[in-house]
Structures are given as structure tokens and as C-alpha cells.
């Protein structure tokens, strides 16, 4: 009797991968077809009668002979034996009474390493003109996050490639942090010299809500042809319908869970929270939500930890455990840190890094206020000297700040204070340290090295 072969875990889950797509393909070319028809067309959700489908699930809506003119459009509500769909696009040329096909199943994305370097749209069709991505294994669109307890913990630091960062308000991977300023505070730029910058594996980059002009400029100018060859970009402009929007992040944080779940480590980055947040708002009002806290309704507010809580450290597999550092911005309004989105987004992540309008217009780039940005997991990602230069610094600058009015003045008296005195002798050397060219990338044991440096200089203990 001849002994069974044994395949090993990882190999056998590359086979079903691989034949993942082949196998989907045959399953939906087998499945029965279920049509209904579009009872009703208000606002920006469509009805659909005579059809049974779940939440989630998408659906074809138009003429089968005329696919050039088929949207899809996804369920959000089920009421009174009628579905409340959001489309994937927009409604010119759809009708009442227009056929609508379930596809029975949920929504999927691409992933997996055949999508590095490439430039995405909402539903994981290339922008770029390059190859389909149909070979690609398939994810699932709404994936839930790992469980509390089986998931690793942060404890090891990530280089992000920016001084002030990564001295001041230290990253770990599969930590969670906001970036958080208003409008034209550079917080797109911050994200690309992250994103050339990290020491980590691989860059998922989410657009959601840009303008069409800038997503070219961010590709080309930011973001560089060294940024984008190890990068993922997602991207839903503001002319694009709400739900597409709102997938958009979902995309990129699958993407993201994909790489994860083959043992490497991503740096997800969305730019911006806000903007999926007001797409969240629009969702919910098409479909009748109450209006809640300044006009958003309750499920934005629902969303908001589904969607981070899918970032962070993975669970371990077959001895490999990969991550998701996530990145978020967050558009204050009107400059207000304490706006509802803003508010119930710093309460879900582990940190956030405050971006200051007057740094800007004073030149000070990056515009970090390093004073109120917080990194919750600081503590576990540095040792004890590194968290003693930090200290050190953040004393110093905080003392010239409670005297800034006095020493502008000239009421304030040398030898009052030992920490404004060093700090008002120090500050070229300072604001040196925490400024940074945009092509300026500096590996973190040389940013340790030079607060190592700055903090000798201040001379206080």
C-alpha cells in the first residue's frame, strides 16, 4: 500500500489561489439566471422589484443586449419586498422598468502582487493602460478584521523617512494614526514622502474624494516612479458617484489585507477619511437615514472602526504574520479638530499627528505640530534613551512656546528658565531639525542620531 503524499499548507493555499479564478468563472457561468426589474429611480439610489438578493450583493441593471449601457449597482436596503440599490457609476440612460440581473454574489477585488505599480480605480479595473488584472486572485470587498485576540501586537518601529516623525511621534507597524489638518496644509505631500520613505514592504495608497487634476500631479510629482514601483493606487475622484467613492477605501483596504495575509508588511494610506465619511452621509440620506451630528447620519458613524479596525497586525500563518500600518487623513472642517468625524476618528485610531496652518504659511515644511501629535504605541516601539531625546526635545520646545509672547516682547529675562534659554539658543538648530525638503529622506537610525546631536546641543538634563 503506497503512502499518501502530504502537501503542505502554503502550497496548497497557492493552488487555490491560482485556480481561484478559473473556479468562479465556471461557477457563474452555471449559476441560474434571476432577473427583476427597476421599479423606481429617486435621488441616488435606485428600486429594484421582483428580485431577491442580500445586502452587499451586486447587481446589473439595464438592457442584457446593450452592455455598453449595464451599470452595477450594489444592495443597501431591503424593504417591502423591494431592494435599495447605490450604483457603481452614474444613472443617465437608466429607465423605470429596465431589466435587473443578480449576479449572486458579493462584490471581490483584485489583489495580490500582480498589482504593484499599478493604478487602480474603485472597482479594481486598471487606470493606467496596462494589462486587465482578470488573472489576479480575488478578495472579498467587505472582509471582517481579525479577531482581538489572535492578532499580533504592535512592538516593532517603522521608519516612515521623516525626521519629526520618527523621533517625535514613532510609528510601529500595524499601528493606526490620522494625520489630521485642513485644507492646503500639505498633508498629500507628507503622504507621498511617506510613502518613498517607509521601510515597509509595500505602499496601498487610497484617493478618495481628489480632485481629477491632482491625482496625475500626485502620480507623477509626489509620488515619483521609485514611489509608485512599490505602491498600490486606488483611486475615486470627487465626480464619481458616492458609493464608488466609498468602495474606493474599501478597495485599497483589501488590497492591503491581501499583502498582509502573504506575510509582508503595508503601509496603507487614505487620503482622505473625511471624504469617505461624506460619501458614507450621502449613502445614507439617499436611502433614508435620519440626519444626525452636523448632518451625518448614524451609519457614518457605524463605518468609521469596520473600516480601521481592518488595518493593523495580521494573524499568524504557517509562522508568518504580516501587517497593516494605516494611514489616514482626516479634513478637518474649518480648521475645527473637534468636528464629529475628526473627533470619532482620533477616539478609534492609536495616534494622530496635527498638521498647523501656520507653519505653512510660514514655509515650515513638513507642518507637523509636534506638541499635540500623539503616538499611543511610542512606548512599546522605542527604547528607553530614544524616548529620553524625545522628552527632551518636546520639554524644550514646549517651555518656548508658554514664553513665545514674552520673549517677542523683550519682557522676558534670560536664566528664568533653563529649558527657554536653551531652547531660544537652540531654535535655528531646532526648526532645522524638524524641517525637511520633500526629496529629503532620512532612514530613522540617522534621524536618532541627529536629535542625538540636537539634544547635546541643548545642554539641559
Known sequence: MSTPTLVS????????DLLAPQVERAVDAARPLVSGRVSGLVGLSV??????????????????????????????A??????????????????????????????????????????????????????????????ALHAAPPPALSRGRVQNPLGLGVRALDTLVPAGLGQRFGIFAGSGVG??????????????????????????????????????????????????????APMLRLRASLTATAIAE???????????????????????????LSVGEPPATRGYPPSVFALLPRLL???????????????????YTVLVDGDDHNEPVADAARSILDGHVVLDRR??????????????????????????????????????????R??????????YQPGANPDVDAAVAAMPAINAFLRQDIEDITPAGHAWQRLAELARTLGVA
Open 9 to 16: 499548507p502554503s502550497l496548497a493555499r497557492q493552488v487555490r
Open 47 to 76: 428600486e429594484v422589484a421582483g428580485l431577491q438578493a442580500a445586502v452587499g450583493e451586486t447587481l446589473v441593471l439595464g438592457d442584457p443586449e446593450r452592455p455598453d449601457r449595464q451599470i452595477r449597482a450594489e444592495v443597501v
Open 78 to 139: 431591503a424593504e417591502g419586498g423591494r431592494l435599495r440599490c447605490l450604483p457603481l457609476g452614474h444613472l443617465t440612460g437608466l429607465a423605470a422598468g429596465a431589466p435587473a440581473v443578480a449576479t449572486g454574489r458579493p462584490s471581490t477585488v483584485p489583489v495580490g502582487p500582480a498589482l504593484l505599480g499599478r493604478v487602480v480605480d474603485a472597482l479594481g479595473n486598471p487606470l493606467d493602460g496596462g494589462p486587465p488584472l482578470h488573472t489576479a486572485p480575488q478578495a
Open 187 to 240: 498633508k498629500s505631500s507628507l503622504l507621498s514622502m511617506i510613502a518613498r520613505g517607509t521601510s515597509a514592504d509595500v505602499s496601498v495608497l487610497a484617493l478618495v474624494g481628489e480632485r481629477g487634476r491632482e491625482v496625475r500631479e500626485f502620480l507623477e510629482d509626489d509620488l515619483g516612479a521609485e514611489g509608485l514601483a512599490r505602491s498600490v493606487v486606488v483611486v475615486g475622484t470627487s465626480d464619481e
Open 258 to 284: 491581501g499583502f498582509r495575509d502573504l506575510g509582508a508588511d503595508c503601509v496603507l494610506m487614505m487620503d482622505s477619511l473625511t471624504r469617505v465619511a461624506m460619501a458614507q452621509r450621502e449613502i445614507g
Open 309 to 327: 479596525e481592518r488595518a493593523g497586525p495580521g494573524v499568524e500563518r504557517d509562522g508568518v504574520a504580516g501587517s497593516i500600518t494605516g494611514i
Open 359 to 400: 507653519l505653512a504659511t510660514a514655509g515650515h515644511f513638513p507642518t507637523i505640530d509636534v506638541l499635540e501629535s500623539v503616538s499611543r504605541v511610542a512606548s512599546r516601539v522605542t527604547s528607553r534613551e530614544q524616548r529620553a531625546l524625545s522628552t527632551t526635545l518636546r520639554r524644550v520646545l514646549a517651555a518656548h
Open 402 to 411: 508658554d514664553a513665545k509672547e514674552l520673549i517677542e516682547v523683550g519682557a
